[in-house]
């Protein structure tokens, strides 16, 4: 663990953090559910950073780095990956995975992390409203009023043949989401955080 | 200046080498420069001369201009000197009637960026081996019968595949090994093999035994040193000291009278012995000698008892036990000395770690749980002083996790006991490593610090990739300091994930250091016995490092294994096979050229001084009679052509053979006088 040093200053505090990483960081167990959860032997990474060269979300346009999310998966980092807000910033298009040497699944690691995170309530609001919105509408971005007259516009339907036009479907995705108590999640968080 | 003795009709030809010399200088330039020289018959150029074609060109010159001598302008002479020799002697000359200007090598590689001076440069290099060749004469090479027979010094096993290669292909072979009273080497030691984790010693005893059993072709020498080397390719006569070892061989008692006795192996003399010290050698002082001991169970030659005469107190309780029928013990026994005459000799003299303990950053042997790798190995195998359980040597106590510390002395510039080189197997033999502990001890972890994983051999990928999945831990990053916990005896081992980019401290049970690699301290006096040169980092130096890494500047010496430069085991048998075969090559042959360069001696000048005999590092010279005079006689056989004598004779009577003084002094005038006067 690192070592806390008693300055008395947060900011002090915080520019002198021990950023060492020491053997008792290391969660074990963290790889082996990462692994189980993706699907993926995210053990076998070797860091050649393939991933990160493919990756549309890596910088410059954000920090994100996926290689040091399968590093710190792999050395059981487990506070640290979760808390990463990075974490959030993949949008699964798989070109890692695609490209991977060691024909691994790093979207699949990222994913899987994400489901950790869920479970002990780490999450991004807007992940959570996306939740809200699937539950009521069937859809993470619902259609709107601007979509409805371009699809017009271009001769289709207003609403797409999805539940928007079949509402009657909803309950079945409801129910998966109940499930999962994906909502009843959603909503507490929500509350709690505007408490 | 000295005269020529017929006209020159010398022929130029220039080489492009591609764009190699064309592209960073005017051939065409050159060409119309050498017509004009003095003698210069022809001059032609071509894309490459060494090719079928280019050779052509010489030979149909010399027949249709009746040439006498030829210039080649182009790469090195260790290159292609040879080829062109050939072509000349193909068109009707004496191979020596021919010279090389180096105008690759020595020039447009390094002028590359100067087209003007690289021109100027390589027409002065015309004009100075034309110089020469206007003064060649013919020479005929001395042709001298080679001895059926070999030495291979080093009982590895690199030393024993090349003397079982050399006693198959019907070549007496003597196999010689210093240190220890067995073959066997260094791969004797080890546990398992990388990647096929093979038992190291299952593989290696049947060639141990075949050694052994390949009588009358190889004559094992063990314990035995090389004291003296004389001669040259084809006759080297080598004195051997054989040290006393203080037991007879049952051979070594019937010559002695005693039949029936010598040392059978039973041991009755070590179990009386008082005199306990570590093992050293072998298991590395972490068990217990006797003064008289058995190296390891399966030694070759077989069971036989050694006394190691620095630490016996001569109280004689062995001779007593040993009993008056086999009477096998000698106490007084002496070095005994022999000569053997051999055609050919390889080196296989192998390695020593670096004194790691220098490196104070690492606490080995400061720290009780910091060990090498040669030390892990015993510590893991079966038969090692630990039946093959890996064992904390602070407390006896499992380690359940272990630090390896790749690089350990290696790719390190900053001298002392550092060395600059890729030790190129510890990073295999650390895998293997981490592999042995996940496989005895069930939940240890290892944790491998690397800044590369070199697995380039045959399957080293797919062992590295192996060990991963099976859980080791890889951090890259070199360890910065070793620290250990005084009460605990863990250590704190420091460092950076580079990958993480944040610097790490892990508490580890043990650390093994894979340290680096270095010639043996004895290397330095063979490599001078031998006449073989070294390597800026003290290895043995190849001929060439791609095209000849079996040779020797030296004819007649090879290499093989470690001695050369680090190589796994795969890679050392493999060098091994070649240097037995390029050994066996003069030896099948029946007789090797000697390139004529030697030293003549001009006797009607000769004064008999004899101050040249001092001179020679060979011994070529002697003093004789002739004619009612003394002079000096040169045995041509032995003479390298050095020229240290000829450039010392203070009469100067002694005339180097194609580097005479007329020749050198034509090739000096013609640079500093431009061709005005001469």
Redesign the interface.
């Known amino acids: 663990m690192a070592r806390v040093k008693e300055y008395g200053n947060a900011e002090l505090e915080e520019k002198l953090r021990d ?5 008792t960081d290391s969660n074990p167990q963290f790889l082996e559910d990462v692994k189980k959860l993706s699907r993926t ?1 995210a ?2 990474c ?2 050649c950073g393939t991933c990160t060269g493919s990756c549309p979300s890596a910088p410059p346009r954000s920090s994100y780095r996926i ?2 999310f399968m ?2 998966g ?2 059981g980092l487990e506070q640290e990956a979760l808390n990463d807000p990075d974490l959030w910033l993949c949008t699964t298009c798989y070109s890692c995975t695609d490209r991977c040497p ?1 024909d691994l699944a790093p979207t699949d690691v990222i994913m899987a992390m994400r489901n950790l995170a869920f479970k002990v309530d780490i999450v991004p609001r807007n992940f959570l409203k996306t939740v809200q919105l699937i539950y009521n509408t069937g859809h993470g971005v619902p259609n709107n009023d601007v979509n409805r007259a371009a699809r017009v516009k271009l001769g289709l339907p207003a609403d797409p043949p999805t539940t928007h036009s079949y509402p009657e479907f909803i309950p079945g995705i409801q129910k998966i989401m109940d499930f999962y108590k994906m909502k009843e999640n959603a909503d507490r968080i929500l509350a709690e955080e505007s408490k | 200046m000295a005269e020529t003795k017929e006209e020159s009709r010398i022929g130029v030809f220039i080489c492009h080498c591609g764009t190699n010399i064309a592209g960073s200088l005017s051939i065409e330039e050159v060409k119309n420069y050498a017509m004009t020289l003095d003698g210069v018959i022809v001059a032609d150029e071509y894309q490459y001369m060494c090719s079928t074609p280019g050779q052509s060109k010489i030979i149909d010159a010399i027949k249709e201009h009746n040439l006498n001598g030829i210039v080649v302008a182009a790469c090195s002479p260790r290159l292609h000197e040879p080829t062109f020799r050939t072509a000349t002697e193909e068109g009707g000359l004496n191979k020596f009637r021919f010279e090389m200007a180096n105008i690759r090598d020595q020039n447009s590689w390094v002028h590359m960026h100067d087209w003007e001076g690289a021109t100027e440069k390589a027409k002065d290099q015309v004009l100075i081996a034309v110089a020469k060749a206007r003064m060649l004469e013919d020479l005929q090479p001395k042709s001298v019968p080679v001895e059926h027979s070999a030495l291979v010094l080093g009982g590895g096993v690199g030393g024993m595949q090349a003397a079982l290669d050399l006693a198959s292909a019907g070549i007496k072979t003597y196999l010689v090994e210093k240190a220890p009273p067995t073959v066997g080497g260094r791969m004797s030691q080890l546990d398992k093999t990388f990647p096929t984790l093979d038992c190291s010693q299952c593989i290696l005893t049947p060639k141990m035994v075949d050694v052994g059993r390949h009588p009358p072709n190889i004559e094992l020498k063990t314990y035995t040193e090389v004291e003296k080397v004389e001669g040259y390719i084809g006759n080297f006569t080598i004195t051997l000291r054989k040290k006393g070892r203080g037991v007879l061989d049952p051979t070594e008692a019937l010559e002695r009278g005693i039949v029936g006795g010598g040392c059978n192996g039973c041991g009755d003399c070590a179990e009386v012995c008082p005199v306990i010290k570590p093992n050293p050698p072998f298991e590395m002082g972490m068990a217990p000698r006797k003064a008289i001991y058995i190296y390891h169970p399966q030694v070759m030659p077989p069971l036989q008892y050694t006394i190691d005469f620095d630490s016996c107190v001569k109280c004689g309780l062995c001779v007593e036990a040993c009993g008056p029928e086999k009477r096998a013990i000698d106490l007084d026994s002496v070095d005994t000395f022999e000569e053997i005459r051999v055609g050919t000799c390889i080196l296989a003299i192998g390695y020593d770690y670096i004194p790691i303990e220098q490196k104070m950053e690492w606490g080995y042997k400061q720290f009780d749980n910091v060990i090498t790798g040669l030390e892990f190995e015993r510590l893991i195998c079966a038969s090692g002083p630990t039946g093959g359980h890996l064992i904390r040597p602070s407390d006896g106590q499992t380690p359940m996790k272990v630090g390896f510390v790749l690089c350990a002395g290696s790719r390190d510039n900053t001298g002392g006991v550092n060395k600059p080189y890729c030790s190129r197997f510890c990073c295999m033999y650390s895998l293997k490593h981490a592999h042995q502990i996940m496989e005895k001890i069930p939940g240890a972890v290892p944790y491998i610090f690397y800044m590369d994983i070199r697995s380039f051999g045959k399957m080293y990928e797919e062992f590295y990739y192996r060990i991963q999945n099976e859980g080791a831990k890889f951090i890259r990053g070199r360890v910065a300091n070793i620290l250990e916990d005084p009460i605990t005896k863990n250590l704190i081992v420091n460092a950076e994930d580079t990958l993480l980019g944040r610097p790490v401290s892990m508490e580890m049970d043990m650390v093994v250091l894979a340290a680096a690699v270095q010639p043996k301290p004895e290397a330095e006096k063979i490599r001078q016995m031998f006449g073989v040169s070294k390597s800026q980092d003290g290895w043995l130096l190849e001929a060439h490092p791609k095209l000849n890494p079996c040779g020797t500047t030296t004819a007649g010496i090879y290499l093989a294994g470690v001695c050369q430069g680090p190589k796994d085991i795969p890679d050392t048998v493999a060098q091994a096979e070649g240097a037995a075969s390029a050994a066996s090559i003069p030896i099948h042959t029946g007789e090797v050229q000697l390139e004529p360069y030697f030293a003549q001696c001009m006797d009607e000048i000769c004064a008999g001084c004899g101050m040249c005999l001092q001179q020679c590092p060979y011994g070529a010279l002697d003093l004789v009679e002739k004619n009612g005079r003394t002079v000096m006689e040169v045995t041509e056989a032995k003479c390298k052509g050095c020229g240290t004598c000829g450039g010392f004779c203070p009469g100067g009577a002694i005339k180097m053979q194609h580097f005479t003084s007329p020749q050198i002094c034509a090739q000096i005038d013609a640079f500093l006088l431009k061709g005005e006067d001469n």
């Open positions: 950023t060492n990483y020491y053997t032997a053990n076998m070797y860091q290689r040091l590093r710190k792999v050395l060691r």
